[in-house]
């Protein structure tokens, strides 16, 4: 894949090549590393522990190549969060290493570097920023400017990212007085603007319309193809399954399954989802014998049954409407939500985790 030049601009005295070049790793130090294009990130036996007891991330080990979209998928609580803000500094890991290739390859430790780890990475936190002083445009360029951009550079590069997204009419509207949809635009253009070789997205379409979403996926995928590696926090699990390369499934702080969202649907292969809509206050009806799993995530009763099951279940679920204990139902294929379910055993707006203790490192 070749890399275009805006990536190589990117980071500041940060150029993409098999050369040795300078980071920087505090204000005043820098230091010789040899990036290269195809470093990807790595996060090896990361272990998060607050106050000595909560075990926030345990043992996750993954892997982001550049010219990837990876999703960081999980309930609430999961452990998302503590673990992308261990790669820009923000926490620091109990244990293990998070680098910009492999160390023995000459790659960078971004937990001992944070400076240069925040000269490398693009970072949408999943907080609105505190831009309430400034109109849209003017942090957009600042950010970009910041981030090492020249001054032209940035300007194009801003004027085309708002037009792309579709909010010029709120370019000279002042932070605290954007909808919370614009401004989380606005922050994702301030994070992708002159971006880094690693882009982390706390959930960037959090608030954002579905029209807009699209055009801010369709940028996430362009950031991509231009050569970033692209770590992405969602709770979106259909947009998810549409727009990303890869994805970890995280529960209590770990991976509990990763791949391709067709790999990880693939034990569902042959199956279809029976959705059935219970009326309020009705108590989940007995599991029928073809169920393959079920669920019920609020007034939701979700059931996946083999394919030659399909008119036995159709038969049961209109049972359940005609003796009003349903009020509508629907059949169709199984989506990386019947997964995420199966593998979480709750939906995304369920309740937080609860405090556990840290799994034993052997
Ligand atoms: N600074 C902190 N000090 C103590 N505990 C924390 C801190 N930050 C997060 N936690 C705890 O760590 C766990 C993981 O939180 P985290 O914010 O990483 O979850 P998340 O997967 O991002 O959740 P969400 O989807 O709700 O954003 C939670 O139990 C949370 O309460
Ligand atoms: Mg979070």
Same mark, same amino acid.
Request: proline content about 5%.
């Given at each position: 894949?070749?890399?275009?030049?805006?990536?190589?601009?990117?980071?500041?005295?940060?150029?993409?090549?098999?050369? =040795?070049?300078? *980071?920087?790793? =505090?204000?005043?130090?820098?230091?010789? =590393? $040899?990036?290269?294009?195809?470093?990807?990130?790595?996060?090896?036996?990361?272990?998060?522990?607050?106050?000595?007891? /909560?075990?926030?991330?345990?043992?996750?080990? /993954?892997?982001?190549?550049?010219?990837?979209?990876?999703?960081?998928?999980?309930?609430?609580?999961?452990?998302?969060?503590?673990?992308?803000?261990? *790669?820009?500094?923000?926490?620091?890991?109990?244990?293990?290493?998070?680098?910009?290739?492999?160390?023995?390859?000459?790659?960078?430790?971004?937990?001992?570097?944070?400076?240069?780890?925040?000269?490398?990475?693009?970072?949408?936190?999943?907080?609105?920023?505190?831009?309430?002083?400034?109109?849209?445009?003017?942090?957009?360029?600042?950010?970009?400017? *910041?981030?090492?951009?020249?001054?032209?550079?940035?300007?194009? $590069?801003?004027?085309?990212?708002?037009?792309?997204?579709?909010?010029?009419?709120?370019?000279?509207?002042?932070?605290?007085?954007?909808?919370?949809?614009?401004?989380?635009?606005?922050?994702?253009?301030?994070?992708?603007?002159?971006?880094?070789?690693?882009?982390?997205?706390?959930?960037?379409?959090?608030?954002?319309?579905?029209?807009?979403?699209?055009?801010?996926?369709?940028?996430?995928?362009?950031?991509? &193809?231009?050569?970033?590696?692209?770590?992405?926090?969602?709770?979106?699990?259909?947009?998810?399954?549409?727009?990303?390369?890869?994805?970890?499934? *995280?529960?209590?702080?770990?991976?509990?399954?990763?791949?391709?969202?067709?790999?990880?649907?693939?034990?569902?292969?042959?199956?279809?989802?029976?959705?059935?809509?219970?009326?309020?206050?009705? &108590?989940?009806?007995? =599991?029928?014998?073809?169920?393959?799993?079920?669920?019920?995530?609020?007034?939701?009763?979700?059931?996946?049954?083999?394919?030659?099951?399909?008119?036995?279940?159709?038969?049961?679920?209109?049972?359940?409407?005609?003796?009003?204990?349903?009020?509508?139902?629907?059949?169709?294929?199984?989506?990386?939500?019947?997964?995420?379910?199966?593998?979480?055993?709750?939906?995304?707006?369920?309740?937080?985790?609860?405090?556990?203790?840290?799994?034993?490192?052997?």
């Amino acid at each position: 894949m070749s890399i275009p030049t805006f990536l190589e601009q990117a980071s500041v005295g940060s150029v993409i090549t098999n050369q =040795t070049e300078s *980071i920087a790793m =505090t204000d005043t130090e820098t230091t010789s =590393t $040899r990036l290269t294009a195809r470093d990807a990130l790595i996060i090896d036996d990361v272990t998060k522990v607050y106050g000595g007891s /909560l075990c926030a991330n345990d043992r996750v080990s /993954l892997r982001v190549e550049p010219g990837e979209v990876y999703g960081l998928l999980g309930p609430n609580g999961a452990g998302k969060t503590t673990l992308v803000s261990q *790669i820009i500094g923000l926490a620091t890991p109990t244990s293990g290493v998070i680098s910009l290739g492999n160390l023995a390859d000459g790659g960078i430790d971004l937990v001992a570097n944070p400076a240069a780890a925040r000269q490398l990475c693009s970072y949408l936190p999943q907080a609105q920023l505190p831009i309430d002083s400034l109109r849209a445009r003017t942090a957009i360029e600042m950010m970009g400017r *910041i981030r090492g951009g020249s001054a032209d550079a940035v300007r194009e $590069r801003a004027g085309a990212l708002i037009e792309a997204l579709e909010i010029g009419e709120w370019e000279t509207t002042f932070g605290n007085s954007l909808s919370g949809g614009v401004k989380r635009l606005v922050g994702f253009i301030m994070a992708i603007v002159q971006p880094g070789r690693v882009v982390i997205l706390d959930e960037p379409t959090n608030d954002v319309d579905p029209l807009r979403r699209r055009l801010m996926w369709a940028e996430i995928r362009e950031l991509a &193809a231009r050569g970033s590696a692209v770590l992405l926090v969602t709770h979106n699990v259909l947009e998810a399954e549409r727009s990303v390369d890869r994805l970890a499934l *995280i529960d209590e702080g770990r991976v509990v399954a990763e791949g391709t969202p067709a790999s990880m649907k693939s034990a569902d292969k042959g199956r279809l989802r029976l959705q059935a809509m219970l009326e309020p206050g009705q &108590a989940p009806p007995t =599991t029928p014998a073809f169920a393959r799993t079920q669920t019920m995530v609020g007034r939701r009763y979700l059931l996946t049954v083999d394919q030659p099951d399909a008119m036995q279940a159709i038969d049961w679920v209109r049972g359940l409407i005609d003796s009003g204990v349903a009020e509508e139902y629907e059949l169709g294929a199984t989506t990386l939500e019947d997964t995420y379910v199966r593998l979480i055993g709750r939906d995304n707006a369920d309740e937080p985790v609860t405090a556990r203790a840290p799994a034993s490192q052997s």
